[in-house]
């Protein structure tokens, strides 16, 4: 009567329980990690990047103050308030109410670093 046993070893039902136990564990830890879950682009403006918004700048996303996606129940981080000024800017230059190299120097004035 092999077919009421899970197997030919008397320990095969243990070892796909233990396999089992061992799947759900890894699918925890992946999601908790962040590395499972929606794709990158799906996950907002504040995804985890390896250099960020401020790779123009030459500094790392987690130097310049942003954070990595924490999840749909984690704290999400707030923009910077340089953020909403360079946005201005750019609307400006856009409207053509000031000139590129007035906008540069408006720029370079933001991301100077502060003391």
Known sequence: MTHMTWGHAPFGGFLMMFLFLLLLVGLFLLYRRGRFGPPPWARGPY????????????????????QGWFGPWGQQPQPRPEDE??????????????TPDEYLERVGVLRQQQP
Request: zero cysteines.
């Open 85 to 98: 000024a360079l946005k201005v800017l750019a609307d400006r230059l856009a409207a053509g109410d000031i």
């Open 47 to 66: 995804a985890q990047r390896p250099w960020g918004a401020d790779a123009a700048a030459g500094r790392p996303a987690e130097a310049a103050g942003q």
